[in-house]
Protein backbone atom coordinates (compact mmCIF):
# COMPACT_ATOMS: atom_id res chain seq x y z
CA UNK A 1 0.00 0.00 0.00
CA UNK A 2 1.25 3.40 -1.14
CA UNK A 3 1.47 6.12 1.64
CA UNK A 4 -1.16 8.40 0.43
CA UNK A 5 -3.55 5.29 0.24
CA UNK A 6 -2.88 4.25 3.66
CA UNK A 7 -3.06 8.11 5.29
CA UNK A 8 -6.21 8.55 3.52
CA UNK A 9 -7.72 4.94 4.88
CA UNK A 10 -6.32 7.01 8.29
CA UNK A 11 -8.76 9.70 7.82
CA UNK A 12 -11.67 7.87 7.16
CA UNK A 13 -11.38 5.72 10.17
CA UNK A 14 -10.70 9.32 11.85
CA UNK A 15 -14.11 10.83 10.44
CA UNK A 16 -15.90 7.36 11.10
CA UNK A 17 -14.40 7.32 14.79
CA UNK A 18 -13.09 10.64 15.89
CA UNK A 19 -10.29 9.33 17.28
CA UNK A 20 -7.50 6.63 16.29
CA UNK A 21 -4.91 5.02 18.27
CA UNK A 22 -1.01 4.34 17.11
CA UNK A 23 -0.75 0.89 18.30
CA UNK A 24 -4.23 -0.30 16.23
CA UNK A 25 -2.99 1.35 12.85
CA UNK A 26 0.29 -0.39 13.26
CA UNK A 27 -1.46 -3.59 13.72
CA UNK A 28 -4.49 -2.71 11.14
CA UNK A 29 -1.87 -2.17 8.21
CA UNK A 30 1.56 -3.72 9.66
CA UNK A 31 4.01 -1.14 9.11
CA UNK A 32 6.11 0.10 12.15
CA UNK A 33 4.88 2.73 14.99
CA UNK A 34 7.69 5.03 13.35
CA UNK A 35 5.27 4.96 10.09
CA UNK A 36 2.24 5.40 11.40
CA UNK A 37 3.53 8.59 13.55
CA UNK A 38 5.18 10.38 10.80
CA UNK A 39 1.58 9.63 8.78
CA UNK A 40 0.17 11.60 12.32
CA UNK A 41 2.36 14.35 12.05
CA UNK A 42 1.40 14.80 8.28
CA UNK A 43 -2.35 15.05 9.12
CA UNK A 44 -1.44 17.33 11.74
CA UNK A 45 0.39 19.68 9.43
CA UNK A 46 -2.88 19.29 7.64
CA UNK A 47 -5.08 20.90 10.09
CA UNK A 48 -7.30 17.25 10.49
CA UNK A 49 -5.81 16.04 13.84
CA UNK A 50 -4.59 16.80 17.35
CA UNK A 51 -2.21 14.41 18.07
CA UNK A 52 -2.25 12.81 21.99
CA UNK A 53 -0.83 10.31 24.29
CA UNK A 54 -0.62 7.18 21.94
CA UNK A 55 -2.72 8.52 18.75
CA UNK A 56 -5.11 11.40 17.91
CA UNK A 57 -7.97 12.88 17.75
CA UNK A 58 -10.19 14.56 15.00
CA UNK A 59 -10.11 18.32 15.59
CA UNK A 60 -13.20 20.00 16.85
CA UNK A 61 -13.93 22.15 13.59
CA UNK A 62 -13.56 19.17 11.45
CA UNK A 63 -15.39 16.64 13.42
CA UNK A 64 -18.43 19.43 13.78
CA UNK A 65 -18.95 19.55 9.93
CA UNK A 66 -17.55 15.89 8.85
CA UNK A 67 -15.69 15.42 5.74
CA UNK A 68 -15.10 18.56 3.62
CA UNK A 69 -16.61 17.73 0.37
CA UNK A 70 -12.94 18.39 -1.63
CA UNK A 71 -11.65 15.52 0.36
CA UNK A 72 -14.40 13.68 0.88
CA UNK A 73 -14.38 13.38 -2.93
CA UNK A 74 -10.45 12.44 -3.03
CA UNK A 75 -11.27 9.64 -0.59
CA UNK A 76 -14.03 8.04 -3.25
CA UNK A 77 -12.70 5.40 -5.18
CA UNK A 78 -9.10 6.62 -4.41
CA UNK A 79 -6.81 3.84 -6.08
CA UNK A 80 -8.71 4.47 -9.56
CA UNK A 81 -8.09 8.18 -9.41
CA UNK A 82 -4.61 7.59 -8.37
CA UNK A 83 -4.24 4.69 -11.24
CA UNK A 84 -5.73 7.51 -13.60
CA UNK A 85 -3.84 10.50 -12.77
CA UNK A 86 -0.76 8.46 -13.25
CA UNK A 87 -1.38 7.48 -16.45
CA UNK A 88 -2.73 10.92 -17.10
CA UNK A 89 0.76 12.27 -15.85
CA UNK A 90 2.75 10.08 -18.71
CA UNK A 91 1.19 12.26 -21.66
CA UNK A 92 3.26 15.50 -20.09
CA UNK A 93 6.94 16.40 -21.17
CA UNK A 94 9.61 18.89 -20.05
CA UNK A 95 9.24 22.16 -21.47
CA UNK A 96 5.76 22.08 -21.76
CA UNK A 97 2.66 24.14 -20.67
CA UNK A 98 -0.24 22.40 -19.04
CA UNK A 99 -3.43 23.35 -17.66
CA UNK A 100 -4.99 21.82 -14.90
CA UNK A 101 -8.79 21.51 -13.37
CA UNK A 102 -9.33 21.58 -9.82
CA UNK A 103 -10.75 18.29 -8.51
CA UNK A 104 -9.67 15.30 -6.86
CA UNK A 105 -8.46 13.10 -10.07
CA UNK A 106 -6.13 16.11 -11.09
CA UNK A 107 -5.24 16.36 -7.81
CA UNK A 108 -3.93 12.61 -8.15
CA UNK A 109 -2.39 13.61 -11.19
CA UNK A 110 -0.44 16.38 -9.70
CA UNK A 111 1.55 13.93 -7.68
CA UNK A 112 3.37 12.47 -10.62
CA UNK A 113 4.44 15.69 -11.77
CA UNK A 114 7.07 15.79 -9.50
CA UNK A 115 10.22 14.89 -11.58
CA UNK A 116 9.07 17.01 -14.82
CA UNK A 117 11.54 19.69 -15.41
CA UNK A 118 11.16 22.83 -16.67
CA UNK A 119 7.03 22.82 -16.80
CA UNK A 120 4.54 25.20 -16.77
CA UNK A 121 1.04 24.73 -14.61
CA UNK A 122 -1.88 27.04 -14.75
CA UNK A 123 -4.30 25.87 -12.64
CA UNK A 124 -7.44 26.92 -10.57
CA UNK A 125 -7.15 24.45 -7.67
CA UNK A 126 -5.49 25.63 -4.79
CA UNK A 127 -4.69 22.13 -3.68
CA UNK A 128 -3.88 20.98 -7.22
CA UNK A 129 -1.09 24.12 -6.90
CA UNK A 130 0.06 23.48 -3.80
CA UNK A 131 0.68 19.84 -5.16
CA UNK A 132 2.17 20.65 -7.94
CA UNK A 133 4.63 22.92 -5.84
CA UNK A 134 7.10 19.98 -4.88
CA UNK A 135 8.09 20.07 -8.00
CA UNK A 136 10.91 22.84 -7.63
CA UNK A 137 11.45 23.29 -11.30
CA UNK A 138 7.92 23.54 -12.19
CA UNK A 139 6.83 27.63 -12.62
CA UNK A 140 3.29 27.19 -11.32
CA UNK A 141 0.49 29.87 -12.02
CA UNK A 142 -2.62 29.78 -9.50
CA UNK A 143 -5.49 31.90 -11.97
CA UNK A 144 -6.95 34.78 -9.69
CA UNK A 145 -10.92 35.05 -8.71
CA UNK A 146 -13.70 33.67 -6.49
CA UNK A 147 -12.81 30.68 -4.12
CA UNK A 148 -15.65 28.02 -4.04
CA UNK A 149 -14.97 26.57 -0.74
CA UNK A 150 -16.44 23.08 -1.42
CA UNK A 151 -13.74 22.42 -4.29
CA UNK A 152 -10.84 24.85 -3.05
CA UNK A 153 -11.46 26.03 -6.95
CA UNK A 154 -11.74 29.38 -8.11
CA UNK A 155 -13.99 30.74 -10.87
CA UNK A 156 -15.08 33.94 -12.30
CA UNK A 157 -14.78 36.58 -14.69
CA UNK A 158 -11.36 37.37 -13.82
CA UNK A 159 -9.79 33.99 -14.04
CA UNK A 160 -11.91 32.94 -17.66
CA UNK A 161 -10.27 35.97 -19.07
CA UNK A 162 -6.65 35.45 -18.03
CA UNK A 163 -6.94 31.72 -19.51
CA UNK A 164 -7.06 33.26 -22.46
CA UNK A 165 -3.65 34.23 -22.20
CA UNK A 166 -2.57 30.71 -22.64
CA UNK A 167 -1.97 28.17 -25.34
CA UNK A 168 -1.22 25.19 -23.26
CA UNK A 169 0.09 21.94 -24.81
CA UNK A 170 -2.48 19.76 -22.72
CA UNK A 171 -5.66 20.88 -20.80
CA UNK A 172 -6.34 17.66 -17.89
CA UNK A 173 -9.89 17.82 -16.20
CA UNK A 174 -12.15 15.79 -14.26
CA UNK A 175 -16.05 16.05 -14.89
CA UNK A 176 -19.37 15.23 -12.39
CA UNK A 177 -20.54 13.07 -15.12
CA UNK A 178 -20.24 11.69 -19.07
CA UNK A 179 -22.88 11.12 -20.95
CA UNK A 180 -24.19 10.55 -24.64
CA UNK A 181 -26.69 13.28 -24.80
CA UNK A 182 -25.15 15.68 -22.50
CA UNK A 183 -21.44 15.35 -23.01
CA UNK A 184 -19.07 15.95 -20.21
CA UNK A 185 -20.87 18.19 -17.18
CA UNK A 186 -20.23 19.65 -14.05
CA UNK A 187 -22.22 19.96 -11.13
CA UNK A 188 -21.66 23.55 -10.64
CA UNK A 189 -22.76 26.22 -13.39
CA UNK A 190 -19.73 28.87 -12.26
CA UNK A 191 -17.05 25.22 -12.68
CA UNK A 192 -18.20 24.87 -15.84
CA UNK A 193 -17.67 28.55 -17.29
CA UNK A 194 -14.13 27.56 -16.13
CA UNK A 195 -13.72 24.05 -17.88
CA UNK A 196 -15.34 25.74 -21.06
CA UNK A 197 -12.39 28.49 -20.96
CA UNK A 198 -9.79 25.72 -20.25
CA UNK A 199 -11.40 23.79 -23.52
CA UNK A 200 -10.24 26.92 -25.44
CA UNK A 201 -6.99 27.48 -24.23
CA UNK A 202 -5.52 23.92 -24.76
CA UNK A 203 -4.20 22.45 -27.75
CA UNK A 204 -5.11 19.03 -26.46
CA UNK A 205 -8.41 18.09 -24.19
CA UNK A 206 -7.84 15.37 -21.49
CA UNK A 207 -10.35 13.98 -19.66
CA UNK A 208 -10.09 12.01 -16.34
CA UNK A 209 -12.80 10.34 -14.92
CA UNK A 210 -13.80 7.30 -12.87
CA UNK A 211 -15.81 4.70 -13.65
CA UNK A 212 -18.97 6.04 -11.50
CA UNK A 213 -18.58 9.15 -13.52
CA UNK A 214 -20.40 7.22 -16.74
CA UNK A 215 -23.71 7.21 -17.83
CA UNK A 216 -24.19 10.21 -15.01
CA UNK A 217 -24.68 14.05 -15.96
CA UNK A 218 -24.26 16.62 -13.57
CA UNK A 219 -25.94 20.14 -13.91
CA UNK A 220 -24.47 21.92 -16.43
CA UNK A 221 -22.45 20.27 -19.87
CA UNK A 222 -18.91 22.23 -20.42
CA UNK A 223 -17.72 19.95 -23.51
CA UNK A 224 -19.02 17.79 -26.25
CA UNK A 225 -17.17 14.82 -27.51
CA UNK A 226 -16.12 16.67 -30.54
CA UNK A 227 -14.22 19.00 -28.58
CA UNK A 228 -12.38 16.55 -26.17
CA UNK A 229 -9.11 14.57 -27.55
CA UNK A 230 -8.61 11.99 -24.60
CA UNK A 231 -10.18 10.48 -22.09
CA UNK A 232 -8.97 8.10 -19.09
CA UNK A 233 -10.76 5.82 -17.48
CA UNK A 234 -10.04 2.69 -15.61
CA UNK A 235 -11.01 -1.01 -16.79
CA UNK A 236 -13.43 -0.83 -14.22
CA UNK A 237 -15.72 1.07 -16.49
CA UNK A 238 -18.25 -0.94 -18.89
CA UNK A 239 -16.32 -2.04 -22.03
CA UNK A 240 -19.99 -0.83 -23.77
CA UNK A 241 -19.19 2.80 -22.53
CA UNK A 242 -15.77 3.00 -23.90
CA UNK A 243 -16.72 1.42 -27.54
CA UNK A 244 -19.05 4.13 -27.70
CA UNK A 245 -16.80 7.18 -26.82
CA UNK A 246 -14.18 5.83 -29.10
CA UNK A 247 -17.11 5.93 -32.05
CA UNK A 248 -17.46 9.68 -31.39
CA UNK A 249 -14.33 10.03 -32.39
CA UNK A 250 -12.59 10.16 -28.82
CA UNK A 251 -9.09 8.17 -28.13
CA UNK A 252 -9.78 6.11 -24.61
CA UNK A 253 -6.80 5.52 -22.61
CA UNK A 254 -7.89 2.42 -20.51
CA UNK A 255 -5.60 2.00 -17.19
CA UNK A 256 -5.53 -1.35 -15.33
CA UNK A 257 -5.94 -1.85 -11.69
CA UNK A 258 -4.13 -4.82 -11.41
CA UNK A 259 -1.00 -3.13 -10.77
CA UNK A 260 -0.54 -2.18 -7.35
CA UNK A 261 2.54 -0.51 -6.26
CA UNK A 262 3.34 -1.49 -2.61
CA UNK A 263 4.84 0.71 -0.24
CA UNK A 264 8.09 0.38 1.33
CA UNK A 265 7.50 1.32 4.53
Known sequence: MIVIQR???????LFKER????SDLVQEFNVSEE????????????????????????????DN???PPVQQRTLQHFEEKDAIGRKAAELVQSNQIIILDAGS????????LKNIPDLMVVTNGINVAEECSHNEQASIFLLGGKLIRKSMSIVGPQAEIELQKYN????????S???????????????????????AAGQKVV???????FQRQGLVSFSSFQDVDIVITSDRTDPRIVKEIQDAGVQVIVCPMNDKKEDAQ
Not at 105 to 112: E, G, I, P, V
Not at 179 to 198: L, V
Open 7 to 13: RNKIKER
Open 19 to 22: SVKV
Open 35 to 62: TIRRDLNQLEREGLIKKNYGGAILIEEI
Open 65 to 67: MAI
Open 105 to 112: TTWCMARY
Open 168 to 175: AHYVFMGT
Open 177 to 199: GVSERKGFTSSDIYEAEMKRAMV
Open 207 to 213: VLADHSK
